[in-house]
């Protein structure tokens, strides 16, 4: 379980993130929703350790520490790897400083994706980096993926994969956030939403609760909060 | 399936294995994929799939062995019901739209049987 | 493996070529020529106090600093590198840093030393410019008690140091309980007038205040005519001695206006016991001589070159009588350098050849010493070069130096 | 330990074509210099001798032989040691700012590693510098080999042989790169350590506080200069050290510099640092 407690950040007298407050289970998607800028990016990052916050955030009970990353990964909208790496460089890479790198998954994901070994990341086209990336971050056999915007700017067809594998390689003991401003095309995925705000949390819920007992889907909710 | 974000998901995939039955896709014993096949090729989500196996199982609709892959249960009865169900939900239907036209009901019978007949023939004939 | 390629190579490069390179360095301080005294006369052991600091130079672009000391050549880049660190130092200098370390501090001037049996005096004019051009000026004063080393240091202003440009501490004396600082001054002028003055300074360190301040010689002049004053080579710099010499050069400056022509000189003796200013009869003593001489506080020694061969003259200075004129047994050459020391009654002598230009041929350097009044010699010797390609080799001699 | 010495190796793989770039320069240029400066050189002796009529030896009295030094001197052989300085100083700063800029984020990649940051930093700090040590080693290796060609193009009789230390100790450059004995390659290759890390942990600065980050890391050189030079200072206020003393809180000064340098800017880059 990652819990994030009471999270503030400022940049310089712009708040960012407010007293954000969720926790995000195992086996579970959980969903960060919001207008842009509202402060999803800067969550993950946050859990991640890749920028200062003030307050707690736990994974498993315990603060982040280096071998944390073993455990959880992140999944930016741009690319992670050197340019001029290709995706065979980016692949041994991997494999030589985690040892939860698994092999077989990647190349399934790479056959799945068609992506290419001797591609070159500078070449890709945004689909296909949206993909490696994807490829990069799943292959690691963590228990939580975090992903910041796999949709984002990305043609129906690589969205559609996207989604498929999702579907398919995450498996259910792994927890899963993830950030996004159309919901969608996963809206049928999700477990959990958490409503962000102006770096504050408007509501959360669980998407098959609201569904069952108001009849309501995550965009009618999306749409109520924010129109009113 | 197309799945209905107004509608919980997990009961969606039940009507869809009900469906599924009453048509005879899914044979008393048969094996139905796990939750993480279902949740790709229905591209749901796994958790969502593994409620609505749970609510499947407690309909009795499948039964799990441990370690053994879910079966579509084996008992008759159930699986009747689950065809009477969707006939009963589906005629529940077509009365509710049909009922303001105040048709009389012979008449009523002898426009779905012509149609009714006529739409398996076209069927065949494909 | 094969990644690893690239950093492994620069890994090994670097620790193989730079670890052979610096071990090479290491060892090849050896293969610079030893210079060794020769004995050709005398006993060795007169050798034992004899420092001889120099520098070994390679046609021109090359200097290594080395010390010829107990017969041993030793360069700087042998010695450890905090030895090199401190450099060369004053025999007394090192032994009072080692004797009085936290007083010894700062001061490495050694004519602004004084020390008897009980005392340890230092005095030295911290001068600075401001903006404006005037100079401030102050006393850094300091007396050790030997005895419970019983430090007293302070600074204070110098008396009318408007008026002077430049100041120069030449000696120190502590006479009745006062130190005695005797300076060379250059005042300040507007006008095409200069004038150099030698001035006196009582301080009374109980009372930390300049007692007086009194002007010995003042001479003002207008170019082209020049002023000089000169103090004899002071042998023992920091001991007591009653008396000093001060010789005043008047001269005309050349129109290239470097070298003057002397025109009148006179040889001053100042007692610090007496507080009398005279002036030594020209008698028995060449002005000339005594101008480049050595003078120990009692003795006045002076090197002539007459007839082919070095004299050396004693001229007492209380009596102020000539005392001895000795031959030394060493041929006189104009192409040669000397650089002369007195101590232990002992003159240390040692010739090298100038170096003249672009003539690289190996010339020994040689060592004459001879006992002061008789002029007897007691050693003599060459230097030898255990190597026989260093035609290319040669060595200036800094200072001679003795325990 | 093993992730540290795969990152060190990562980052050398990284420059290694500007690298190996600079290598090559240095060698052709340098070997360039030395045949081309010995043409001009023996040019000039023989123009001299012929419109004075001169022997050789006279010559040699009068002028001296020809020696290394004016090669060294020349910049053909210098010019690439200025390039490759300037080339590595200037990847002090790049090898940070590179993983930030542009489309690619590698820091992204790079903070996320199962590995500690210290490591991270420490890698950055140890590729570059072994690369210094490479090219110095590179020069060491070079010179002898420069050195003997120049020995067999000029003739004897003209010819004012030096041995490498000589070339070193003579020339000023050369003099700085290859200090003239180990105990001052250590300090001054230690000097070099301190700003670097001194350098590094103002960019943590500026990288974990922006604009106001920039003020603090120029604060943080200065005074890190400051302090480091406090014994330097305080002679010129009046206050005098023995050389030794000095040396010795000079040293003791740097060695903590250096590591409170290298402790700040890993604590930044764990805890302050925005990507």
Not at chain 1, 168 to 176: Q, T
Not at chain 2, 90 to 114: C, G, H, Y
């Amino acid at each position: 379980m990652i819990e994030v407690k009471k999270i503030s950040k400022n940049y310089g007298r712009k708040k960012i993130l407010d007293d954000v407050s969720f926790t995000a289970n195992k086996g579970e998607v959980t969903c960060l929703i919001g207008i842009n800028g509202v402060g999803k990016t800067t969550t993950l990052k946050a859990i991640m350790g890749l920028t200062p916050y003030k307050g707690e955030i736990l994974i498993d009970d315990q603060k982040m520490t280096k071998d944390s990353y073993e455990k959880i990964t992140f999944i930016p909208d741009a690319p992670t790897m050197l340019p001029q790496m290709t995706i065979k460089q980016a692949m041994v890479f991997m494999s030589d400083f985690y040892t939860s790198w698994n092999p077989e998954r990647a190349n399934q994901l790479m056959g799945f994706f068609k992506l290419k070994e001797e591609n070159r990341i500078s070449e890709l086209s945004k689909g296909n980096t949206a993909k490696l990336n994807l490829m990069l971050g799943l292959s690691l056999d963590v228990d939580y993926v975090l992903m910041d915007e796999p949709f984002s700017g990305i043609d129906m067809f690589s969205r559609e994969q996207i989604a498929d594998v999702f579907a398919s390689h995450l498996i259910e003991d792994r927890g899963v956030i993830i950030t996004t401003h159309e919901i969608g095309d996963i809206e049928h995925l999700i477990d959990k939403v958490i409503l962000l705000d102006n770096g504050s949390v408007l509501k959360e819920f669980n998407t098959e609760e609201m569904r069952e007992e108001e009849g309501k889907s995550v965009v009618d909710v999306m749409r109520e909060v924010y129109q009113s | 399936m197309n799945v209905n974000t107004r509608e919980p998901v997990y009961l969606q995939v039940v009507r869809h294995f009900k469906e599924q039955i009453a048509i005879g896709n899914f044979v008393a014993g048969q094996e139905i994929p796990s939750r993480r096949e279902l949740a790709a090729s229905l591209n749901i989500n796994p958790n969502t799939a593994q409620k609505a196996y749970k609510e499947m199982e407690e309909q009795g609709l499948i039964h799990t062995e441990r370690n053994f892959p879910s079966q579509i249960t084996t008992n008759e009865t159930i699986l009747q019901v689950v065809r009477q169900e969707l006939i009963l939900a589906a005629v529940d239907t077509f009365v509710d739209a049909i009922r303001p036209i105040n048709v009389p009901v012979d008449e009523l019978l002898r426009v779905v049987k012509e149609k009714y007949s006529e739409e398996i023939r076209e069927e065949e004939e494909k | 493996m094969k990644r690893y390629l690239c950093s492994i190579i620069i890994g090994m490069v670097v620790i193989l070529s730079i670890g052979t390179y610096y071990v090479k360095v290491a060892s090849s301080a050896s293969s610079l020529p030893k210079y060794t005294f020769k004995t050709l006369e005398g006993s060795d052991k007169e050798l034992d106090p004899v420092i001889i600091n120099a520098t070994l130079q390679n046609g021109g672009a090359f200097y290594e600093p080395l010390t010829i000391e107990s017969n041993t050549t030793t360069y700087a880049s042998e010695r450890s590198y905090l030895e090199n660190l401190t450099g060369r130092q004053d025999h007394l200098i090192e032994r009072l840093v080692k004797e009085h370390r936290s007083f010894m501090r700062g001061k490495d001037s050694i004519s602004s030393l004084y020390e008897d049996d009980d005392f340890l005096a230092y005095a030295w004019v911290n001068s600075e410019y401001t903006k404006s051009g005037n100079m401030e000026a102050k006393f850094d004063i300091g007396l050790l008690e030997k005895k419970d080393e019983e430090e007293t240091s302070f600074q204070i202003e110098l008396p009318n140091q408007e008026r002077i440009m430049n100041i120069d501490v030449r000696d120190v004396q502590l006479v009745h309980s006062k130190i005695q600082v005797l300076t060379m001054i250059d005042v300040n002028s507007n006008n095409e007038k200069q004038t150099k003055e030698v001035h006196l300074y009582t301080i009374d360190v109980a009372n930390k205040k300049v007692l007086s301040d009194k002007t010995l010689v003042s001479e003002t002049f207008t170019d082209p005519n020049q002023v000089d004053f000169e103090m004899p080579i002071d042998v023992a710099p920091s001991q007591p001695n009653s008396m000093v010499f001060i010789s005043v050069n008047k001269g005309v400056n050349h129109e290239d206006g470097f070298k003057e022509k002397l025109k009148e000189s006179k040889l001053l003796s100042y007692n610090y016991e007496t507080e009398k200013l005279e002036t030594v009869k020209k008698g028995p003593l060449s002005l000339d001589v005594a101008r480049s001489g050595y003078a120990d506080g009692k003795n006045l020694y002076a090197v002539e070159m007459k007839s082919g061969k070095y004299r050396i003259k004693t001229f007492d200075l209380s009596s102020q009588t000539l005392t001895s004129d000795t031959e030394l047994d060493i041929a006189a050459n104009k192409e040669e350098q000397y650089t002369a020391a007195f101590k232990n009654g002992r003159v240390y002598f040692l010739l090298n050849g100038m170096n003249q230009e672009g003539l690289f041929t190996y010339q020994p350097a040689k060592l004459l010493i001879a006992d002061i009044k008789t002029g007897k010699t007691l050693y003599k010797g060459e230097t030898v070069i255990n190597k026989k390609n260093s035609k290319s080799f040669e060595l200036y001699i800094e200072d001679l130096e003795i325990k | 330990m093993m992730r540290y010495i795969k990152l060190v190796n990562f980052e050398i793989n990284r420059f290694s074509k500007i690298y190996l770039s600079l290598l090559l320069i240095t060698l052709v240029s340098q070997f360039a210099g030395v045949i081309i400066v010995t043409k001009s050189l023996l040019n000039d002796a023989r123009d001299i001798m012929k419109e004075e009529r001169l022997s050789e030896a006279a010559y040699i009295t009068n002028y001296g032989g020809i020696d290394f030094n004016h090669i060294a001197n020349s910049l053909l052989f210098v010019g690439p040691i200025a390039l490759s300085a300037v080339a590595l100083i200037f990847y002090i700063f790049l090898i940070w700012y590179r993983d930030w800029f542009g489309k690619n984020t590698f820091i992204y990649r790079l903070l996320i590693l199962p590995t500690s940051r210290l490591s991270i930093y420490l890698s950055k700090a140890t590729s570059i510098f072994l690369m210094v040590l490479g090219l110095i080693a590179f020069q060491i290796i070079i010179l002898p080999m420069e050195n003997a060609l120049f020995n067999s193009n000029v003739p004897e009789a003209l010819l004012s042989e030096m041995s490498i230390s000589t070339i070193t100790i003579a020339n000023p450059i050369l003099s700085l790169i290859i200090p003239s004995t180990f105990t001052q390659f250590l300090i001054s290759y230690g000097i070099g350590l301190m700003i670097m890390s001194i350098l590094f942990t103002a960019i943590m600065f500026e990288r974990s506080f922006r604009i106001k980050g920039i003020i603090m890391g120029l604060l943080y050189c200065g005074i890190a200069a400051v302090l480091f030079l406090a014994p330097v200072l305080m002679e010129i206020g009046n206050f005098y050290f023995y050389p030794n003393e000095l040396f010795g809180m000079m040293l003791a000064i740097g060695i903590i510099l250096t590591g409170l340098s290298v402790w700040l800017g890993a604590w930044l880059l764990k805890n302050r640092v925005t990507v």
